[in-house]
């Protein structure tokens, strides 16, 4: 997954006998590549590399460094978020291909199932290899001896009825899990002499109130015994009970650690591992917890985002209250004009403006609420609101203001909470010390040391056709003066009509062209008419300058997305409201301020390496960088909830997913 060895690199890259920068080799092999092919070709000096001491506990593991739960709430296991699901795409998808529709399936229901289990009445001691790590494929031997139904041989015998008689389904890994509890442990667990213990009863409180963590109490509901029932009816029924809640309490604890929702089950562009959880373990160590309503609670994020989405919604209302203020997005109100639809804009502010925005501006609003003249108070007003929420203050109604309020509603803001506190179960529960964080959704990107925000800056994302993945990863290595290697898709889609137009396009852009040898060329040796599908030959690199894409430096994190952090020449994308406009890497407003932030070191001190030259500087430590993707997120100084258009439309496909989910889980009620 990350760059190989350089002697390997380079072993690899000879026995091919391909010398270009192809699009599908990761940053730092590309890099690597580039410089080689410098070499090969003898006409310029590879680039001068000046490494900071490296940590010596690095490792290519990409888990490396990521902060885990700690270990009172967590077994060691749970955070590491290092298995990866082996069918996420392993390249970026082509600039040029649209996003691709994903049906979400969500993880089918299976029963918990005892029918290959031999109960044997024993007096024999049980055996140390233990059954439980068997495949349920093959007949088990379940030892009862030691616990009360095995010391007396009808109870054994109705603990074997009971078993098979088992009504529960979940899902397939927690079913494998529960079966072999119980295989090796058949003592149930949730009730005592034949009653439900109040250590169960606190439990189940606790699951029937998860709506306030955004989950579904329906998924973890079951159904109190029947203690009415007596013999065999009341065995069988409690056993049943007990197997149900182990089931639904295992899926909590996937649920609260890994997230609900499958995340890379909802597009390409997710890319974010699940842990496989030791349900054993962590029902072992649950059950001798003195509060094992606490231990349970322990397995969701304690970060202060999630607290604070989670207090916004538990204070917000669950209704609109007769909210149903509409006005067409296709309004467009300038300042100085009368419109008809003012009054219904002006009520919309009052409505579903953010409280501090209304706390200096509800009186004059009051004031002009039935006004149809766009007057200057009204216009000042207007202006403030836009600045709130950070759009372009111009004062114009049309529908990008419109829209911010029409998709505020309470309603709206409450499904944004909730999926904001399932994107952060996909995450590690702990971002760490320090750590650099974007929000594809706001365009915005962050350093962040000791939970305090060092840095705050506008960046630009990929489009809604060539989106940034959603993912965490570390950065190891910033470069100055970079060069860029083309991607073909970028090539073929975007430069090849304005080389096929102007002849002076590659050089006067400071492009190089390759044969696949690694001989430069001119442009007038190529076919450009043939190009488009025979140019894998062909490579094309920009060198460093004023002009390079790349801008003045890059900030790595070797992925096989090929997603890295940049400066850019253009400038002006970033007074733009709506930024999603790159083919997928993020485009940084303050690149030095970044760079020197990761490093750990003053601006100033970085003057030296843009004199001449590529170079490039290793952390000394990995520093973990989230790109991420949440539409309501709070301002870690104030607490307050902002909310954010969504750009990919990553929201509704978490609300088919959840659906589906929904269908899949009520089914087994």
Request: charged content about 25%; some cysteine; overall charge neutral.
């Amino acid at each position: 997954m990350f760059q190989k060895p350089i002697n390997r690199l380079v072993f690899t890259f000879l026995a091919s006998s391909v010398l270009y920068v192809s699009p599908y080799f990761g940053v730092e092999q590309a890099s690597a590549i580039n410089n080689l092919m410098e070499l090969f070709s003898k006409k310029t000096k590879p680039a001068t590399v000046v490494e900071m001491p490296t940590d010596s506990g690095s490792q290519t593991n990409r888990q490396d460094n990521f902060p885990a739960k700690p270990q009172n709430a967590l077994s060691d296991k749970i955070h590491d978020k290092s298995t990866k699901r082996p069918d996420v795409e392993k390249t970026r998808q082509a600039d040029s291909a649209r996003p691709k529709v994903t049906d979400y399936k969500p993880e089918r229901l299976v029963p918990v199932e005892f029918s290959n289990v031999d109960f044997i009445e024993t007096n024999s001691v049980m055996k140390s290899s233990g059954s439980g790590s068997l495949p349920l494929s093959e007949p088990y031997n379940v030892i009862l001896e030691g616990s009360d139904e095995g010391r007396n041989n009808s109870t054994a015998r109705m603990v074997k009825s009971d078993f098979s008689r088992i009504d529960v389904k979940v899902e397939n890994a927690i079913a494998e899990s529960v079966t072999k509890h119980y295989v090796n442990h058949p003592d149930l667990l949730w009730s005592k002499n034949g009653e439900i213990t109040d250590t169960t009863r606190n439990i189940m409180a606790f699951l029937s109130n998860v709506d306030e963590d955004g989950l579904e109490p329906q998924d973890y509901f079951v159904k109190l015994p029947d203690e009415t029932l007596d013999g065999e009816e009341r065995s069988l029924a409690f056993t049943n009970f007990d197997v149900a809640l182990t089931s639904r309490i295992f899926r909590y604890i996937q649920d609260a650690a890994n997230g609900r929702i499958i995340a890379d089950r909802l597009s390409p562009f997710h890319d974010l591992p699940r842990n496989q959880i030791d349900f054993e373990k962590e029902l072992d160590r649950f059950t001798k917890s003195d509060d094992p309503v606490a231990e349970l609670k322990s397995y969701l994020p304690q970060s202060d985002y999630y607290k604070a989405l989670k207090h916004a919604l538990a204070g917000m209302p669950k209704s609109d209250h007769g909210d149903n203020i509409r006005i067409s997005l296709t309004t467009l109100i300038k300042p100085g004009q009368t419109n008809e639809d003012l009054p219904q804009f002006t009520n919309l502010l009052l409505k579903r403006a953010p409280s501090g925005y209304l706390s200096d501006h509800k009186t004059i609003l009051e004031k002009f609420q039935h006004e149809t003249s766009y007057n200057a108070q009204l216009v000042e007003s207007v202006k403030d609101y836009q600045k709130f929420i950070g759009k372009t203050a111009d004062g114009i109604i049309g529908p990008s203001t419109i829209a911010s309020l029409e998709n505020n509603t309470v309603a709206a803001k409450r499904q944004k909470i909730m999926d904001s506190m399932e994107r952060l179960r996909w995450l590690p529960h702990s971002f760490g010390s320090r750590y650099v964080f974007i929000n594809q959704a706001a365009f915005k990107g962050q350093y962040i040391e000791n939970n305090a925000v060092k840095l705050d800056m506008k960046v630009v994302v990929g489009s809604p056709q060539r989106q940034t993945y959603f993912f965490y990863d570390r950065i190891r290595l910033v470069t100055f003066n970079p060069s860029w290697g083309v991607p073909h898709s970028i090539v073929v889609n975007e430069m090849l009509p304005r080389i096929m137009q102007d002849s002076g396009y590659l050089q006067r852009n400071n492009y190089q062209l390759y044969d696949s040898s690694g001989r430069p060329i001119s442009a007038s040796s190529v076919n450009w008419q043939q190009v488009g599908s025979k140019a894998r030959g062909i490579s094309i690199r920009q060198t460093p300058g004023r002009n390079n894409a790349l801008g003045e430096l890059k900030i790595l994190f070797p992925n096989k997305h090929d997603i890295y952090l940049h400066d850019t020449p253009n400038k002006t994308a970033f007074s733009r409201d709506m930024r999603a406009l790159s083919h997928g890497c993020v485009r940084l407003e303050y690149p030095r301020e970044m760079a020197a932030a990761v490093l750990g070191k003053n601006v100033d001190d970085l003057k030296p390496y843009f004199a001449k030259g590529e170079r490039s500087l290793s952390l000394s430590e990995p520093v973990p960088v989230y790109l991420t993707y949440f539409t309501a997120w709070p301002d870690l100084k104030t607490g307050k909830i902002n909310y954010y258009d969504d750009i990919y439309g990553r929201d509704e496909l978490m609300t088919n997913a959840v659906q589906k989910t929904d269908s899949m889980r009520q089914s087994d009620i």
